[in-house]
């Protein structure tokens, strides 16, 4: 993991978002370009997973309390990795309009809840995306949900905001990009350090946020008054 330092903080380094779609493309759900509306199946190994892991506990999975545990926890990790089936085109869809505007676009405290690849423990919190138009702009519903593809896979919370910077930057090709998001890790707060009030912050700045010190200041005083 590489970063470089900055008046603003960090911004992640452009090796770490080694995912651009590609690596996932078999699990992608044709045409799925929401997460409104979807249920979620149980998984027979799963499930057989989780019984192993109650007898490893000391527990006991055929007590009334357990009895439907490893079905209700493999419903939970097919919604909480669901982001892995998203179709980037059918999410963007017909969406991205011709605009003649040149200003900061900023969409500021779109919560998030993603799972730490490292301990499966979740890691939470809110992401502001800002982009500067170059002739187009996409609708207003994508930014929360492009956030929420990436969010909802296995993730580290560097990488995540690394692939919401690029995957705005190439679709939509603006004079820039930045995103900020700030998270509370349980891996953090339930284990191991145990310091629950340590929050997250990484930033990824593309374009004139990354080489323009006036711009990029106007985003982050926007988000300072979130």
């Known amino acids: 993991m590489a970063f470089r330092n900055s008046t603003n903080g960090y911004h992640t380094d452009h090796a770490l978002a080694d995912d651009d779609g590609q690596e996932y493309e078999t699990l992608i759900v044709q045409g799925r370009g929401k997460l409104e509306g979807v249920s979620y199946n149980s998984d027979p190994a799963i499930e057989d997973a989780v019984r192993v892991i109650l007898k490893q506990i000391g527990e006991n999975p055929e007590r009334e309390g357990l009895l439907k545990t490893p079905s209700r926890v493999a419903k939970m990790y097919a919604e909480l ?17 011709s605009v003649s505007y040149d200003e900061m676009v900023l969409v500021k405290n779109i919560e998030f809840a993603s799972l730490c690849e490292h301990h ?34 296995l993730q580290v919370q560097e990488r995540m905001t690394v692939q919401i910077a690029d995957f705005i930057n190439q679709r939509l090709d603006p004079l820039g990009v930045a995103v900020v998001a700030e998270g509370v890790h349980m891996c953090a707060v339930m284990r191991g350090v145990k310091k629950a009030g340590a929050t997250m912050v990484t930033s990824a700045m593309r374009g004139v946020f990354r080489d323009d010190p006036k711009t990029r200041s106007e985003f982050m005083a926007h988000i300072e008054r979130a």
């Open 120 to 153: 499966m423990l979740p890691f939470m919190g809110r992401v502001h995306v800002a982009y500067i138009p170059n002739g187009r702009v996409v609708g207003l519903s994508k930014i929360p949900r492009i956030v929420e593809m990436f969010a909802r896979r």
């Open 81 to 97: 990795t669901a982001g892995y089936h998203i179709d980037p085109d059918a999410l963007i869809n017909d969406a991205i309009f």
